[in-house]
């Protein structure tokens, strides 16, 4: 199929009527009917979204990671505002698993939404136990092992940063996971090196990966003159991490192309989204921008229909990882070279154009 180059936002009118795109994805033998799930953290179990759009119609939603026991969090203030992003301390704060079973994941389960649980831990039992719990809870579509998260304050906890540690949580998670429930690993973007991290929790049993998490980062008030959060650091989340978040995804992508990828960071439009999908996603989480507009998840799926249709996909999973394609031939000098991701029309040195969509 000829694909057009867009050097231009979607046309008048583009979103008035739904595009003839199949927006079906499977991430880990997990069919889902949009592409775009919540991200963890960002909208608890996803009740308070629900006013705005229909949570039914989108991926899924992904819960806030929960623990075990109940846990207040980090001291406060355990937010702050960054340039193009946030950053956050909040530190694994929830209900523990009995409160959240009985109250979240039943009312996600009476909406009939689908649920994808994250689960964090201090150790290794800790995972083992809430997996075991949840093997016989028939409202989980995913689990999502949060092995990364930079919120706490033993960084001992944040087990991504070792292939080993990393592997250890994830083959415990498996073993006492359904059979048949996908098990995603999410991955810390503070590693020196994220394919080898990718590599080992595969090879220890996860079917699919979620990435990335957010950036350990810190902000000074230039008038206490002293760290703005309680906490001292935080993890940045927002646009000024998507670039980050597209290259890990293209690089895991490159070297583990049939391992499903849930990719994240900074998305606030359809065209953001696509470019995770382009990288190798075969879906998207959208977190930080439903802050200021809850109803971003809804929103994100019609863009990215759109970009996907006016860039001539008949389907989403036709567009995920093209961007690994081979290169373009050189057109000749009498012209544009028709039928290798250039339309007859348009001149070959095209460039996607990077403006935001709506």
């Not at 895991?252 to 470019?275: K, N, Q, S, Y």
């Not at 439903?290 to 567009?319: C, I, K, Y």
């Amino acid at each position: 199929m000829t694909r057009a180059v867009i050097t231009h936002g979607p046309r008048p009118g583009a979103h008035d009527v739904a595009p003839d795109v199949d927006m079906t994805t499977h991430l880990a033998g997990l069919e889902l009917p949009s592409p775009v799930l919540t991200a963890s953290g960002c909208s608890a179990a996803g009740r308070e979204l629900d006013q705005f759009f229909d949570i039914t119609e989108i991926g899924a939603i992904v819960t806030k990671s929960i623990m075990l026991n109940p846990r207040s969090g980090r001291p406060t203030p355990r937010m702050a505002e960054t340039p193009s992003g946030m950053l956050n301390s909040i530190g694994l704060q929830g209900p523990g698993l009995d409160a959240f079973l009985e109250k979240d994941l039943a009312w996600l389960h009476a909406r009939g939404a689908r649920a994808v649980v994250s689960i964090a831990g201090g150790s290794v039992d800790e995972y083992t136990r809430i997996a075991s719990k949840l093997r016989h809870v028939p409202e989980i579509s995913a689990i999502e092992v949060n092995i990364s998260c930079p919120n706490v304050e033993d960084r001992g906890q944040v087990f991504a940063c070792q292939a080993a540690s990393a592997s250890e949580v994830v083959a415990a998670v498996r073993r006492n996971t359904a059979p048949g429930i996908p098990v995603l690993a999410k991955l810390s973007p503070d590693v020196t090196d994220i394919v080898e991290i990718a590599h080992a929790v595969v090879n220890a049993g996860a079917d699919g990966l979620s990435m990335i998490n957010t950036l350990l980062g810190m902000v000074i008030d230039t008038d206490t003159m002293r760290p703005a959060l309680a906490g001292i650091t935080g993890g940045l989340s927002g646009p000024a991490i998507r670039p980050v978040a597209v290259r890990c995804v293209y690089q895991v992508h490159a070297a583990l192309p049939d391992v499903p990828i849930l990719g994240m960071g900074g998305i606030r439009t359809g065209l953001d989204a696509l470019e995770f999908v382009l990288a190798g996603a075969s879906a998207v989480s959208v977190g930080t921008v439903t802050f200021h507009d809850p109803s971003a998840p809804a929103r994100v799926a019609r863009e990215l229909a759109v970009a996907l249709a006016e860039r001539g996909f008949d389907s989403l999973e036709e567009a995920v990882g093209y961007a690994h394609r081979a290169a373009d031939p050189k057109p000749a000098p009498g012209g544009p070279v028709a039928g290798h991701g250039h339309d007859v029309d348009e001149p070959a040195d095209d460039t996607l154009d990077a403006g935001v969509e709506g």
